[in-house]
């Protein structure tokens, strides 16, 4: 996997990170912009419990990298 | 704009994590970072280059989304992996929101995408975590916005059809794609006492899910087109490319150093009549509640956003 840090942007790849693709490339001028998401149309409802909530089973806490840029 | 297409799955997950109402949800960002987020939605800037930053930032998380943008370094997913290990994460959804990567592995290699996305699932794996791949198929609308996707130039109203252009591909929707990951999420993680057949997130552990908006040709998205703009077959300009020779005129191109014949070569061969992109027999969508779109809706909302500009370099 490459381990350089400055990796360019495919244009196009739909979908994942593709070092193998990505080598093949100088670093393009094609910086991330950030994202700016805006309240949602649907109203968000009462957010989960903190932690891990009071059920064991049921997932509580996520994390998502992306959303901006890493 | 294009680093906007990973930046859009995301926007859509946390948008639909957030209308469900059952999870806290943490928006990992760069320090520094200029990105803004719903009401409800924690951010957490870290430093990438700092191991104990990404474990801090990960502790008390049940489970880490990725979707990465392309311009993120190579090895960012493997470092939020470890750190997610580290702070006692369970859960990854790995960034590929892509194809048949389990069972089409011939597909994979010849698209490219899937040999990087396999060595993540094992690396997941190696690390003791569970992984659930989002296979969605082609993002219909991000394949709006260059004429080396499903060949439209809405500019020039020109259109290349692949072959016949009857081959059908799954596609999804940006928004399904947000509501699948959070009914995924809203499943139990195990069976509970009797109801052995409840459907449970560990059901797809280290699994592909299946989901799809559109089971669609080049030629079924262009009658759409038309419906959309009210315009007519006579408007536009057709043209016909052998799917193979598409496909070896992208890796051509790729290996001359245009980097757009990655994108040629890709969906050239998605559009192969061998099923290459049918995930038709394996759509998890009735199983995660999602629900059935209208096609020509989305075709505006690809339109629209194509008249915004929103794909273009």
Redesign the interface.
Known sequence: ?????????????????????????EP?P???????????S?P?????????GDD??????????????? | ????????V??H???A??????????????SG?????????RR?PVD?SSHESLVN??R???????????????????K?ISAAKEAG?R?IL?????TDHTDRPDVGAET??G???L??RQIIIEAGLSFVSISCG??YE??FG?S??FGFDFKKRELTLYGEGSTQITTSTWAQCGRAVAAL??????S?GAQQDQTT?SQFRNKSAYIGSFYISQKEIFASVLRSTGTNEADWKIQYEPVGERYQRGNKM?AG?D??G??VA?YARLFYPDGACDLQAKLANDVLGLPKEDLDSATKEALEMVKRGEFE?
């Open positions: 996997m490459a381990s350089s840090s400055s990796h360019p942007a495919l244009p196009f790849t739909n979908h994942c990170s593709t070092s193998s693709i990505v080598d093949l490339f393009s094609y910086q991330s912009d950030e994202t700016t998401m805006s309240t949602p649907e968000p409802r009462q957010p989960a419990s903190d932690l891990h064991s089973n049921t997932i509580k806490n996520v994390a998502i990298v992306g959303v901006g840029t890493a | 704009m294009v680093e906007q297409a990973a930046g859009n995301g926007s997950i946390v948008r994590l957030v209308a469900g109402g059952k999870h806290n949800i943490t928006a990992i960002t760069r970072s200029s990105a803004t987020f719903p009401e409800n939605v957490q990438y930032a990960l008390g998380q049940q489970v880490l989304i990725l979707t990465m943008s392309t311009s993120a370094p190579q090895d960012t997913q493997q939020l994460v859960w790995p960034s590929e929101y892509g490219r995408l040999p990087p996305a060595a993540i082609m993002w991000y394949a260059d080396t996707r999420l809203s499943l139990p993680i195990e509970e997130l790729l150093g980097r757009w990655f994108s890709l370099l």
